[in-house]
């Protein structure tokens, strides 16, 4: 059966950018919004240093996001990549307000 690679990459997307969302209403005080679609799209950062913290947080954890342009899901991720990293996220945005 052949997988249906835009569907996947929406659904995968909205859990992303829902996910930032949500960590943008809980975390006001850093979190600006959340910008672009949801197979694209970024967390924006109140301040630079905000960004810097929370990118340098999640590389501690073994996470990698881009805090500034897009970023983009794969065929490549899955919920659990996705969530993974949502949930490293929240955490060093929990720590770091």
Known sequence: VAERVPERLARLGSVLYDGFAALASRHPDQVRSVIGMPEMCAVAFRTEEAGARAAAGCAHR??????GAYNFVS?????????????TLSDVLGNTS
């Open 62 to 67: 073994g996470i990698l996001f881009k805090r």
């Open 75 to 87: 065929a490549a991720h899955s919920g659990t990549e996705i969530n993974l990293l949502l949930d």
